[in-house]
């Protein structure tokens, strides 16, 4: 999903609640959404394990995209689902988090706001990441 940025700059830190949501800190603490993809969910019992595997690969690429001299940077777009602000993260080479969630297969596309219907089998594969 290619919109244009209203803010954008630097992260100092980054905390991922879950696979399409974190908190970063640009000069105060935000929660941000990633808009156009979904993972599945910490707060459902069947979604748990999944959703640790997808919020460990997003861990995974911030902490790559922050080593040595590289930062991560933040682009909010706006106002979103859930009344937080919709943003994504980019590493140097200009790639984004939500990009690398769905190409490690944690995460899917999702059509504006609406969220994915995770299946059993889904969840299965997602959880079979784990190290």
């Known amino acids: 999903m290619k919109r244009p940025p209203s803010l954008e700059g630097p992260v100092s830190a980054v905390r991922v609640v879950d696979g399409d949501t974190l908190h970063a800190t640009v000069s105060l603490t935000l929660p941000i959404r990633l808009p156009g993809i979904d993972t599945p969910e910490l707060r459902k019992p069947e979604q748990k394990a999944a959703a640790q595997v997808a919020a460990n690969t997003a861990r995974r690429w911030l902490d790559a995209a922050q080593a040595g001299t590289r930062n991560a940077r933040l682009r909010v777009y706006g106002l979103g689902l859930y009344s937080r602000l919709?943003?994504?993260?980019?590493?140097?080479?200009?790639?984004?988090?939500?990009?690398?969630?769905?190409?490690?297969?944690?995460?899917?596309?999702?059509?504006?706001?609406?969220?994915?219907?995770?299946?059993?089998?889904?969840l299965r594969a997602i959880e079979a990441m784990a190290p």
């Open 86 to 122: 919709e943003g994504d993260l980019f590493n140097e080479a200009d790639e984004s988090l939500s990009s690398h969630l769905i190409a490690k297969g944690v995460a899917v596309r999702t059509d504006g706001d609406k969220r994915h219907e995770w299946t059993r089998a889904e």
